[in-house]
């Protein structure tokens, strides 16, 4: 079974651009969490989605937002970026209601310069 | 407020030996704990989990405990290879408003060096 794909993979903007991530879960997962990891800052939570609705929000700004597809595949949105928004951005995927077990894909660095 | 502390940002130990990370919670609604191991520019891996009615689950060289009462939870790897080394996060979920719907909340991740 295939894991948990993420594009692109690298990702290079400058401020005030947008930009759009991808993730792909397992095949059946119908949870999608999504995190931005910075050095020393550990795994932040952005949101999750299931079943194509929001279940969960972390403490972020309006200028991040997302959103899944019937397919459970999810993408996630930034908007007018800023420096402080380069990090690693990750996906995890789980089977579904009880968000239990998560399984991660790579994550995509974006890198705005 | 941080729910899920690793108080160790950091841990060397020598190849063959034991390694144990250490992950403190402070919410008693948790009740099922996850091991992730992350390596630099990969996404987490899932490692092992306990539920909040087991205080021990084993698998292989890792093992889990968990102390309900102290709130403090364990990961023991024995014996530590080289290829452990790692940044190993703790993670607790719990209930959330109402529902099936679950909270994963992380810790800020221990990073393990098993030196040859």
């Known amino acids: 079974k295939a894991g948990v794909t993420q594009t692109p993979r690298y990702l290079i903007k400058t401020r005030g651009q947008q930009v759009t991530l991808s993730c792909s879960p397992i095949s059946g997962h119908r949870s999608v969490s999504w995190y931005q990891q910075t050095p020393g800052q550990g795994l932040q939570f952005l949101f999750e989605?299931?079943?194509?609705?929001?279940?969960n929000k972390g403490n972020f700004p309006g200028r991040f937002s997302g959103r899944q597809f019937s397919n459970s595949r999810s993408e996630m949105n930034v908007s007018t970026l800023e420096l402080g928004d380069s990090a690693l951005y990750l996906c995890a995927s789980s089977l579904g209601e009880r968000q239990e077990t998560q399984y991660f894909g790579p994550g995509t660095r974006l890198l705005v310069l | 407020d941080q729910q899920v502390k690793q108080n160790s940002p950091s841990l060397s130990v020598q190849e063959g030996r034991i390694s144990i990370l250490n992950c403190d919670y402070t919410n008693s609604m948790f009740d099922y704990f996850l091991w992730y191991k992350k390596y630099p520019a990969e996404g987490p891996t899932f490692l092992i989990s306990i539920s909040s009615i087991k205080d021990k689950n084993e698998d292989g060289r890792f093992t889990v405990f968990l102390n309900k009462s102290a709130k403090h939870l364990s990961l023991h790897i024995v014996p530590s290879q080289p290829g452990d080394s790692a940044v190993y996060f703790c993670?607790?979920?719990?209930?959330?408003?109402?529902?099936?719907?679950?909270?994963?909340?992380w810790g800020l991740g221990t990073s393990l060096a098993v030196n040859p």
């Open positions: 989605y299931f079943s194509e609705t929001q279940r």
């Open positions: 993670a607790a979920s719990a209930p959330y408003n109402a529902g099936n719907n679950r909270k994963l909340i």
